[in-house]
């Protein structure tokens, strides 16, 4: 199924890598993450940077680096937009995602490339990351705390996948190295655990150009979860690959998509998108109908309790809808039914009484 088809501006060349950054009122960070991407050793590799309607100096820190990117600009439109303009002016063969202020490992597009040469039935390659903040590192490995389907009681990433070999990455390093780097790859198809949770993270992606051809660019309708919906379509057609090692540094702030105060409208998104991913394929719901069930019925609580007390109706909304149509209640959703019918009067008064009783404790 194609979805949002993109009009290619350019023909694909050969082994060239398009690696595309949409930024949004990033200077503070772009450059950093520009410098790492000129900084790989794999060869060639063309940077497109997309500026959705920045209002700080974004524009100007992209100028700054003359003919060395492909820099474009347009009204904001988000992630979706962002990506698939990129998309449109890209030439690669291969194609890699990346986010305006996160820092690449120099050996990451070449361990990429190395490992879809060996294996041409994998048609998208994501890594392990890890995390730091202005304050310093936060985790070497962050998909186990960042993504519910690489939690360790669950396996970890290498669970989502059927099978595991390793890669040689000692020639995709910086400088000659004699003996061999091994890391752990998993790999195999996917669709069926993509669909019930995403556990590929989008800045590590690096797929074949030919798969916007199958199932066309980011979906605008599907928002905050536009790269989920992108990557179940993905799965659907080609087999994924999972590098078990960190090639890309996450920068963790209060300004992302996935921080505190995008809760909210992404807890909808999620659901909205995950209905949608049940609806599309009767198959999948065959194959995994209570998987997709308990999916539903959790992401629908979950954003119930964001919104519970913003928006009362729509919480109360999605909470009936959880419990006839998925017959799930539980602890959350009554926390949720509760701030949502309880005025805020009240609550304040509740929340200022728990926070005398823990100074005295």
Known sequence: MVINPIKQQHA???RLVSVIIGAYNSARHVGETID?????????????????????????????????????????????????????HARGEFIALMDHDDLCMPERIAAQIALLDQHPEIGLCCTEFSAFSDQGPIAERYSPYYYAQCAADRGGAAAQFPRKTTLNVASCLPGPLSAPVNVPVYLGSVYDTMACGNFAHPPTVLFRAELIDQIGGFDPKARLSTDWDWLVRAARVTDFAYIDHPLLNYRRSSTQISSERYNKNASVDVVSVAERIAARDPELRRRRGPALRKLLSEVTIDAAYANSEDRPRLAIGLLTKAAWRYRAFNGTAARALFKAMVPDTVLNVARRRRGATRAKS
């Open 12 to 14: 694909r060349v050969p």
């Open 36 to 88: 790492t991407m000129l900084a790989q050793t794999y060869r060639p590799l063309e940077l497109i940077i997309v500026d959705d309607g920045s209002t700080d100096d974004t524009w100007q820190v992209l100028q700054s680096y003359g003919d060395r990117i492909v820099a474009v600009r347009q009204a904001n439109g988000g992630v979706p937009a962002a990506r698939n303009t990129g998309l449109e």
